[in-house]
């Protein structure tokens, strides 16, 4: 998908309207009519209540995305299109979602042609990590830029990336895994079915995992009071003094950062922008990963790179989802 040399001008570029924008994800979907400048004209969510099935799924989506429309007073005719962002795998070009671990019982679902049969308008399929990265390239923290990276941690890392303002997708939309570089070799089991992925370090799951194993080898800690930790109790504990959360809470910015290091190395991007829950932790994440990235990165790809927290936050999934519509829209590629 070719978009334009800097994201201010594909903005620009865009002729008024609006799109639906879908998101499908393991826990959560969520539907918003989004205008052609990025505002959320309405934004709803529901649980995905995947145990379901996908024909139960399909049908709440296809609910949402109705109720979606018509909470704004947006004509179907002003809609330029539908865009979904869904958890991967899948075939974008297809249109088809393959077998997402995330989805059970999906498997090689015809998405695209299902909602366009029902509510009747042009839709695009895109990894909801890879429109994400649409999203904040075009309205969010990557405005402007031309060479950007997009990484959101979340229960685990998706990612993606914008090449001299092209959207990477890969052959079939499923490439920018921008999470499941290997950080270390032999390392954790990461949900891949790889070791050693950046995910399987960094990632929400991956945090408290790491909390639990070192509460059970005995370090002591406020966090061991808990019934369950997660990554939010950790970032908390950091941020309150307790030493084995600061400590954990350390390591995961050093570990990012590693990651990091080597996608700067390779991209020289000029922003990376990181979203997701864990971000939003708090407790010095980004000054450590800025620290023990750009310190690891080579001096003239590092220079002039920025890594900053993502602007779209909540909205980000819907935003994104509809930004592949704008674009597609804009530029006539497919
Ligand atoms: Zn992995």
């Known amino acids: 998908m070719k978009i334009m040399a800097r994201s201010g001008d594909v903005v620009a570029g865009f002729s008024g309207g609006y799109a639906l924008g879908l998101d499908i994800g393991g826990t959560k979907l969520a539907a918003g009519v989004v205008r052609s400048d990025g505002a959320v004209a309405s934004l709803l969510t529901r649980a995905t209540g995947a145990a379901d ?12 995305a109705r109720d979606a429309i018509s909470e704004t007073d947006v004509a179907s005719a002003q809609l330029a299109g539908i865009g979904i962002g869904c958890v991967g795998p899948l075939d974008s070009v297809r249109g088809v979602v393959q077998n997402p671990p995330n989805l059970p019982g999906w498997l090689e679902v015809p998405l695209v042609a299902r909602v366009e049969e029902a509510l009747g308008l042009p839709t695009r399929l895109e990894n909801d990590a890879t429109a994400a990265t649409l999203g904040e390239f075009v309205y969010g923290a990557g405005r402007g830029c031309g060479h950007m990276l997009y990484l959101t941690i979340s ?4 990612g993606g990336a914008v090449i001299d303002g092209v959207l990477h997708r890969g052959r079939t939309g499923n490439g920018g895994e921008l999470g499941h570089i290997v950080v270390v070799h032999g390392g954790r ?38 019934p369950e930790v997660t990554a939010a ?54 000054d450590r990963v800025r620290e023990s990235a750009l310190a690891r990165a080579m001096p003239a790809v590092a220079r002039d790179c920025r890594i900053v927290l993502a602007a779209l936050g909540d909205r980000v999934g819907v935003v994104g989802a509809a930004t592949a519509v704008f674009v597609n829209s804009s530029t006539g590629l497919r």
């Open 233 to 286: 109790d950790v970032a908390a504990a950091a941020s309150a003094g307790d030493g084995l959360a600061a400590e954990l809470w350390e390591e995961t910015g050093d570990i990012l950062g590693s990651g990091l290091a080597g996608l700067v190395n390779i991209f020289e991007p000029e922003v990376v922008v990181l979203g997701g829950g864990v971000t939003r932790g708090g407790a010095g994440l980004l």
């Open 53 to 64: 099935g996908p024909e139960r799924v399909i049908a709440r989506l296809l609910d949402l």
């Open 189 to 226: 089991r990461c949900g891949c079915g790889s070791r050693g992925c950046l995910e399987a370090y960094v990632s929400g799951t991956a945090i408290a995992a790491r909390a639990r194993e070192r509460l059970a080898a005995g370090s002591p800690s406020s966090l061991a009071a808990l």
């Open 155 to 158: 229960t685990g890392v998706g």
